[in-house]
Structures are given as structure tokens and as C-alpha cells.
């Protein structure tokens, strides 16, 4: 069996993907771009694990809704228009993925995938916080309650509970916070946590394994064999390995060409803020429908976070966004004002978004020694402890408790 396993990228993915491997035994290295003290999608993220979201970003009617929305500049979805080949080729196969045919063929794997990661969290054996009570859509409009209400048929007949409710049955079960709301469902297999305080402990655990960070280490290269991978050439030196698990967020694109792989994918910039004193504190995590941003206590703070801005890998702080997310929150929470968020330091960070929606999770059959784990979109922290599993499953040579044929690294080439 091989023992020696780097793990390209330090994100909440690869953290647990570590920790899986870690755990049976393997010698572990991590490696990552940036500094210990960092700020990616894996902290600043909105802390759900939502076995409710089974169907993929790429379904019917994105397209239009997002055609709609990216002429408004606070809307949740932004398209920079500009002349890049590589968004043209990424709009396409989303284009083509958006069938009812293929959110049919992807609804019970997501939901399979979450199902096991909920199953992970709770079987982790280490102290973060997971908060199990529920999930609500809240709709402010008939319409979308309507909507919502299909797609809670849906999930009961996926096997995941689904209880409709009016605002009176949304108010019984969150009755501290008042809500503007007609109606919304509640699931209750969804939990909540904070991605800070989560990700402080898995590399505490990670220590105390054993498991090498090598921080601040730029991939520059790979030394390969005619089918495998021998070892990776960064900044810092030169790191042998027996499997290599590339989990490198949107980041994992460019070091997959440096492999002759192709693993299409966008950054889909999203901003939080985080109201550390807040005028009133949910029980409940809550995603508002019409405005698609999600609202989730932690720790006593409040985080609001929102958007799908893909304007390439820019860090810029794009203010009327923002604005969009405070002034949809006090739509859907009128105990808040503007003046709840005077001061308030907005987070961005870049979700890595596959064109169908669909993670790249599997062996590829270029190198016989390389994993793909990445291309989670908003789902990485949700989906990140079964996704370790998986990985750790694989490097056995185990089959793996979820079927991964819509999730292989090679489908687009």
C-alpha cells in the first residue's frame, strides 16, 4: 500500500482530506501557496452543510435567470464582460449541462455525497460546533414559495425530510428573529458551523497526526515517470511522494495543465460580512431565496454572504455587490439597518466552479498516482469530509460509498 501522500492545497478540502488519511495511518504532507494565517473560501465561507442542495449550479433556467441578473449591478450573479476563451468555453458546456436530464442523473449523487459528508462530521471525534437544526428557505414572494415547495418534493422523494411552512410554522421555529417572509421550508438534516473555528481545529489534529505543512510553498513544477508522479517542485524544495492529491481550489486549473489535464473552471468570487454584535441572532441557518444570499450564526456572531461574480481571479472589492447583501438582508431581517453593518470589513474569496457544477473527485488516467479532489463550488466545506473519504478510500484501493462517473477529473478532456 502506498504510505507517503502530498496533498496539494490547504483548504478545508484538503485539510480533510489529510485528516482521513492521517488517520489510517499514511504519512502526510501538505502543501499550500500561502501563509499558515490565511483568509480563503475555507473561512470566510457561510459554514453550512446542507444535504438539501442536491441539485448542481447548472441546472434549468440559470442561464436566463443569470442573463437577467448581470445587468444589475447589486444582483447575486455578475458576469465581467470581457475577451477571455477560456469563460467563452466555460459558458458553453454550462450552457449544455443545464439540462433537466442532467440535474436528474446529478441530484442523487450530490445527495449520496452529502448524506456521507453529514455522516463524517458527526463521526469526526474532534469539538467544533456542529449545529443540527435545520436549514430554512425563506421566500418573500408566492411564486418563489412555490418553487421551493417543488423542490422540497423533490427531496423527499430523494430521501432527504422537507417540511413546508407559512410564516406563522417559520416564526415557531426561530422566535427570537423576526422574518419578512411569506413561507419557506425547513430541512432539518442540514447543520451549521464556523468554517474559522473548524478549520483551527482540523490543523491542531492535523499536528498532533503528525501531518507536515509546507506554507508559503508556490507549485512550480513535477518531476514525473512515463505514468506517475514522483514528486513536486515548489518554492520551498523538492517533496517526494507515493499518491499526490491535487485540491487546490480554482488554483487546481492551472496546476492541472502543468499535468497535461484539463479541469475547466471559473472563479465565482463571493463576499460575506461577519456582524460580530448582531441586533438579533437566528438558531437556524437560512438561505433568503429571491436574493440567494446565505444568513448563519456562529459562535454568536451573524455572517451574511452572497454573490456568484465571475470576473476573473482579481482581489478587488466590488462595493455595490456588497451593498446588494446588506440591503437584501434588511429585506429579509427588519430588526437590521445599515447602520448594523457601519464598519463592517467585507470578505471575498473565490469558490472554484466546475462548468456543470459538479466536483472533480477521482483517479485520473493520465497519471496512475494523482487524485483530483476540487471544483466544489459553494459546496466545498459541506462536501469536503466525504470528499477525504473518498480520496482515502481510493489510495486503499477501496470502493468508494458514492458512484463518481458524473464527477470524473476527465470528462471535459
Not at 45 to 70: C, E, Q, Y
Not at 78 to 104: C, E, N, Q
Request: glycine share 10%.
Amino acid at each position: 500500500m502506498s504510505r507517503r501522500v502530498v496533498v496539494l492545497g490547504a483548504g478545508v478540502v484538503g485539510l480533510c482530506t489529510a485528516l482521513e488519511c492521517a488517520r489510517r495511518g499514511f504519512s502526510v504532507v501538505v502543501v499550500d501557496r500561502k501563509p499558515r494565517r490565511r483568509d480563503g473560501c475555507s473561512f470566510g465561507n457561510a459554514g453550512m452543510v446542507v444535504p438539501s442542495h442536491f441539485i448542481p449550479l447548472a441546472a434549468p433556467g440559470m442561464v436566463s435567470l443569470g442573463l437577467r441578473w448581470m445587468w444589475n449591478s447589486e444582483s447575486p450573479f455578475y458576469i465581467k464582460p470581457r475577451l477571455d476563451p477560456s469563460l467563452v468555453a466555460w459558458g458553453m458546456r454550462f450552457w449544455r449541462a443545464a439540462t433537466r436530464a442532467r440535474v436528474a442523473a446529478a441530484a442523487p449523487v450530490l445527495r449520496d455525497l452529502s448524506l456521507l459528508s453529514r455522516s463524517c462530521f458527526r463521526g469526526m471525534d474532534l469539538e467544533f460546533g456542529l449545529v443540527e437544526k435545520g436549514l430554512l428557505m425563506l421566500c418573500k414572494e408566492d411564486h418563489s414559495l412555490e418553487e421551493e415547495v417543488r423542490a422540497a418534493g423533490m427531496a423527499n422523494e430523494l430521501g432527504i425530510p422537507a417540511v413546508v411552512l407559512d410564516a406563522k410554522g417559520l416564526a415557531a421555529l426561530d422566535p427570537e428573529v423576526t422574518m419578512d417572509v411569506c413561507g419557506g421550508i425547513h430541512f432539518p438534516k442540514d447543520c451549521h458551523l464556523s468554517p474559522g473555528r473548524f478549520m483551527g481545529v482540523l490543523e491542531e489534529e492535523l499536528l498532533r497526526l503528525g501531518v507536515r505543512f509546507h506554507w508559503e510553498s508556490e507549485v512550480l513544477d513535477f518531476d514525473t515517470g512515463s505514468s506517475s508522479l514522483k514528486e513536486v517542485e515548489t518554492s520551498g524544495g523538492e517533496i517526494c511522494g507515493d499518491v499526490f492529491v491535487l485540491c487546490a481550489g480554482v488554483w487546481s486549473s492551472k496546476l492541472a495543465k502543468t499535468l497535461r489535464l484539463s479541469l475547466p473552471m471559473q472563479g465565482g468570487k463571493g463576499y460575506s460580512l461577519t456582524l460580530t454584535n448582531p441586533p438579533q441572532l437566528p438558531r437556524l441557518c437560512s438561505i433568503c431565496t429571491e436574493a440567494r444570499i446565505a444568513v448563519t450564526p456562529m459562535d454568536g456572531a451573524l455572517r451574511f454572504g452572497g454573490t456568484m461574480e465571475l470576473s476573473g481571479l482579481g482581489e478587488s472589492v466590488a462595493l455595490r455587490r456588497v451593498r446588494g447583501i446588506i440591503r437584501s438582508a434588511m429585506r429579509y431581517f427588519p430588526a437590521f439597518s445599515e447602520a448594523d453593518f457601519a464598519g463592517v470589513e467585507p470578505w471575498s474569496g473565490f469558490r472554484p466552479v466546475s462548468p456543470d457544477g459538479m466536483p472533480y473527485l477521482g483517479r485520473t488516467r493520465r497519471w496512475k498516482n494523482l487524485l483530483v479532489a476540487t471544483g466544489h463550488a459553494m459546496m466545498g466545506l459541506s462536501l469536503a469530509p466525504a470528499t477525504g473519504k473518498i480520496v482515502s478510500d481510493l489510495i486503499e484501493e477501496s470502493d468508494p460509498a458514492v458512484d463518481l462517473s458524473l464527477l470524473d477529473p476527465d470528462r471535459f478532456g
